[in-house]
Structure formats: C-alpha cells, structure tokens
C-alpha cells in the first residue's frame, strides 16, 4: 500500500496568514492526488483534485502543487472559516489511502 | 443537485451485522464512482471501498481490513448505494460516509457503534 504523510500534524496561524500543508507519497503516484477540508462534526469537503485542480466554488486562495512524491497545500491568506483539519489522499492505486490530516488551528 | 444521504447505523454487538444505505440523487449511481468511507471516533479518514462504474465492468474494490466480511452492492433503479457489514468487531466504530465522483461528493454519514 502507498502510504501518504503530512506534515505538520497540526499547526497555529491566524487570519490573514499564508499556511503550507505537505504531503508526501511512499512511492511515485504521478499527480494522483487530492486535498480535502473537514469541520467537526461535518462531512469532508474537496477542495483539489489531480495534485492542482480545484473543485468548482472553491475559493483562489487555496492552491495545490507537487507531482511524484511530494505536494503541498497553501491557503494564500487564511479566513477565518478555514481553521479546520485538511486531508491528503492518493488515488494512483488501490487501496485509496489518506494522510494523516493536518489540523489548522487559531493562534 | 447533487444528494447523498446515509441511513442505517446503530449499536451492533461484536459478531454481528448491519446494512447501511446511501440514497442519491442528482445523478445515476451507475454512472459514477461510488466510495465508502469511514472515520473512527477522534480519528483520521480510512477508505472502506469503491463500486466503480459500468467502464470498469461495475467492479468493486475493498480494503484489506474489510475483504470478506463486507460487501458493497447498488441498486441502480432506485439509486442506492449499500454496505453490507458482516463480523463486526470494536474497530468498525465509525462514522461511515459514502462519497461519489471519486470523492467529490458527499454524504452527511451515519455512525456505527460496535459495542457490547
């Protein structure tokens, strides 16, 4: 199985600030991957899709980056209805499987 | 617009079985993608499986921690997408999601408790 780590597991930033995510996959997975947001008690929402692509209605402070191994998320200038958790995930063979999720937390 | 809607959880003991349902609308299931996945209490998201679409022959893939005690299966004239669990256990405590479009979409999801 591909196994996918994020980094850092949680992190503090205020409004306003410019936050990166990484990612990174055990094995080669081309641009097959996906970033989703999660609220508590909610279901996950998509955000990115084949590495950088953003779902429609997602705002163009989120972007997406990286091929083979390693890819980031970075929210340009964080809102304050983006403190959540993000989660990475590879879709280049199955099983599907997901990062360990990165919470974004107010400082 | 698109519409996914869990039902069928519940408190089941270990050893036993439950159905979970995701009711769609907005497209065919048929047509799409169609994912189960489920987050254990305070944890991270683990993929249970997928019902792929008629280009890939309807075939389903499972994760290795629920091959051959659950089965995913459609009923494509009323647009459901189903889990059937088998041989439950504590670690299936979860709340489970379906999710189509290659996990575009998704559902509110439904909570499993395996408890005793």
């Known amino acids: 199985d591909i196994q996918m780590t994020q980094s850092p597991s949680s992190l503090s930033a205020s409004v306003g600030d410019r936050v990166t995510i990484t990612c990174r996959a055990s094995q080669d997975i081309n641009n097959y991957l996906a970033w989703l947001q999660q609220k508590p008690g909610e279901a996950p929402r998509s955000l990115i899709y084949a590495a950088s692509t953003l779902h429609s209605g997602v705002p163009s402070r989120f972007s997406g980056s990286g091929s083979g191994t390693e890819f980031s998320l970075t929210i340009t200038s964080l809102q304050p209805e983006d403190f959540a958790t993000y989660y990475c995930?590879?879709?280049?063979?199955?099983?599907?499987?997901f990062g360990g999720g990165t919470k974004v937390e107010m400082k | 617009e698109v519409q996914l809607v869990e039902s069928g959880g519940g408190l089941v003991r270990p050893g036993g079985s439950l159905r979970l349902a995701c009711s769609v609308s907005?497209?065919?299931?048929?047509?799409?993608?169609m994912d189960w996945v489920r987050q254990p209490p305070g944890k991270g998201l683990e993929w249970v499986g997928r019902s792929r679409d008629k280009s890939f022959s309807n075939s389903i893939k499972y994760a290795a921690s629920v091959q051959g005690r659950f089965t995913i299966s459609r009923d494509d004239s009323n647009n459901l997408l189903y889990l059937e669990m088998n041989r439950l256990n504590t670690e299936d405590t979860a709340v489970y999601f379906c999710s189509s479009q290659a996990m575009t979409n998704w559902g509110q999801g439904t909570l499993v408790t395996v408890s005793s």
């Open positions: 907005g497209f065919s299931v048929s047509d799409s993608y």
């Open positions: 995930h590879q879709y280049k063979t199955y099983p599907v499987t």
